[in-house]
């Protein structure tokens, strides 16, 4: 049975933080040559140089995370569904789904389930399973129930499901050539792009003939045939507690996985700050202990006033770690801590400027100039955004984290399909 505390383990399927550090400015082929600097090889060095800085492989950001478009109609929407067919069969069959803790628990299990879409597609050459040295070829895709508000809008319900396909090397490779393909068929233009709703249907939506082909070839790779995960995050009480577990199918049933640096099966999250520009009335549960934590933040954070400044230097700096993929994975860091870095952080910068984190702790942050961080998040302030990847209500949410994730993906591929040189 799922425990009391129903859940999800934060998979960093969703990466977050903010992106501080100056970025070089980019030099552009047709700028003038400045005063004195009409010597052709200094012309050239110049270029090199630019080139050097934001040399623009054919992977970027929103090559290897794609935003769906929010529906504009909930019956009548194109977006995946759970029984959409794939590999072997379902997307995501019902019979799994009902073996997991409803996700919103004002609504009832069948509401949910017939609302369920796929908002945001990733794929990742590496997922550290069964080790970080010995790593899984996936295909991730994010679910959201969507619903109509009040104003007859279409919006997502603050709730998740994360579900994991595993590919073998070479059916890797072939979707890396379908998806080049499909991008040049569309002439899709990504480069040194902020990751953001995908231009190839930002402004079709969900009736984006780019979209329906582009859902064809997931259809094509992934399914129950080679499901491996779920992830889930459960929205509990007045919308203002959030739980999460992790479970992987075995002989058809699903078992719940530990979730790491806890051994529990669940953890949760609380936060009754009304405003939402500030933590209170909660926390973390149970709590991570040692270092790279930072629990007095995410509990009461008006409680962080004068004599608190060592606390929040020592806190935010374990929230800039949790966000930067190159200190921590999925498989070594808790859920809530992933998901909850990104407004810790940035309340710590709105709340306490005169500290200046972002320049003390400027070697923690995570930076990559070859692509574009800024994160195009609406409410990036807001302390109940704790989304990794997908919508808050009408608006797009984008952790940090997966912004740096998505960089670090887009390395690695840039880096196993780049020509070889001729010795």
């Not at 029984?83 to 069948?110: C, F, H, K, W, Y």
Request: proline share 8%; net charge neutral; with cysteine.
């Amino acid at each position: 049975m799922f425990p009391s505390l129903p859940a999800i383990i934060c998979i960093f399927n969703a990466f977050s933080f903010s992106h501080f550090q100056p970025r070089p400015e980019r030099i552009l082929l047709n700028q003038k040559p400045l005063q004195g600097t009409t010597n052709p090889m200094k012309l050239l060095m110049i270029l090199l140089t630019s080139m050097a800085v934001h040399a623009q492989a054919a992977w970027d950001l929103n090559d290897v995370t794609y935003l769906m478009p929010l529906p504009q109609s909930v019956d009548g929407d194109s977006l995946l569904k759970l029984e959409s067919p794939g590999r072997g069969g379902a997307l995501l069959p019902v019979s799994m789904v009902n073996q997991l803790p409803v996700l919103a628990i004002d609504r009832t299990r069948p509401e949910v389930n017939s609302t369920l879409r796929v908002m945001a597609v990733r794929i990742d050459p590496c997922f550290p399973l069964p080790t970080p040295q010995s790593c899984q070829r996936q295909i991730r895709l994010a679910w959201q129930p969507i619903e109509l508000n009040r104003r007859n809008e279409v919006e997502t319900v603050d709730a998740a499901l994360h579900s994991f396909y595993v590919l073998q090397d070479w059916e890797f490779a072939n979707l890396l050539k379908e998806i080049s393909a499909w991008k040049s068929k569309y002439s899709v233009n990504t480069k040194y792009l902020p990751l953001q709703v995908h231009p190839a249907w930002a402004t079709e939506k969900d009736a984006s003939p780019a979209l329906a082909e582009f859902q064809k070839i997931i259809l094509k790779y992934a399914g129950i045939e080679n499901f491996s995960r779920v992830t889930a995050m459960v929205l509990r009480g007045n919308g203002d507690m959030w739980a999460f577990a992790g479970f992987e199918p075995r002989g058809g049933k699903l078992e719940l996985l530990p979730i790491p640096r806890l051994n529990r099966l669940s953890q949760s999250f609380i936060n009754m700050a009304v405003p939402a520009d500030h933590f209170s009335g909660g926390g973390i549960s149970p709590i991570p202990k040692g270092d790279d934590t930072f629990n007095n933040l995410a509990a009461e954070s008006i409680r962080m006033g004068e004599g608190t400044e060592d606390t929040i230097r020592e806190e935010v700096r374990a929230a800039f770690r949790i966000e930067n993929p190159k200190f921590f994975n999925p498989e070594n860091m808790d859920c809530v801590s992933c998901h909850v870095a990104q407004p810790a952080i940035h309340w710590v910068l709105n709340k306490r400027p005169e500290l200046q984190v972002e320049k003390l702790w400027s070697q923690e942050i995570y930076g990559n100039p070859k692509y574009n961080l800024k994160n195009t998040s609406v409410e990036i302030w807001n302390t109940q955004q704790i989304r990794a990847l997908g919508y808050f209500g009408k608006n797009v949410a984008i952790s940090q984290r997966v912004i740096n994730e998505s960089a670090e993906v887009a390395d690695f591929i840039n880096r196993i399909t780049a020509p070889k040189s001729e010795e």
